[in-house]
């Protein structure tokens, strides 16, 4: 299953008519360039999960910073470091 299957595959399983209306999942892009992606844990399993912050700078562009803050992950990284973020996110989300 490619990141993209497992990343609507967690969303979906978290959707339960309530959920959704209020939290989620957020994708955008940043003027470093880069990516930002921000995931609510609010009402998961994952909101008392402990989360070890990770920061990898390898260069000006390939880069990635990842923690959960107020009850939300967050990861952020360069222009080609979407999958790692994601990666970053499912593996612990996925873990049990």
């Given at each position: 299953?490619?990141?993209?299957?497992?990343?609507?595959?967690?969303?979906?399983?978290?959707?339960?008519?309530?959920?959704?209306?209020?939290?989620?999942?957020?994708?955008?892009?940043?003027?470093?360039?880069?990516w930002a992606l921000?995931?609510?844990?609010?009402?998961?399993?994952?909101?008392?999960?402990?989360?070890?912050?990770?920061?990898?700078?390898?260069?000006?562009?390939?880069?990635?910073?990842?923690?959960?803050?107020?009850?939300?992950?967050?990861?952020?990284?360069?222009?080609?470091?979407?999958?790692?973020?994601?990666?970053?996110?499912?593996?612990?989300?996925?873990?049990?």
């Open positions: 299953m490619d990141i993209l299957e497992r990343l609507q595959k967690w969303y979906a399983s978290r959707c339960n008519g309530e959920w959704e209306h209020q939290y989620g999942i957020k994708l955008d892009n940043i003027d470093n360039p880069g921000a995931v609510d844990l609010l009402h998961t399993e994952l909101q008392p999960r402990e989360f070890s912050k990770i920061e990898k700078h390898r260069s000006e562009n390939d880069w990635i910073v990842c923690e959960v803050t107020d009850s939300r992950f967050h990861g952020v990284g360069g222009p080609g470091n979407l999958t790692e973020i994601l990666t970053t996110f499912l593996s612990w989300a996925e873990t049990v």
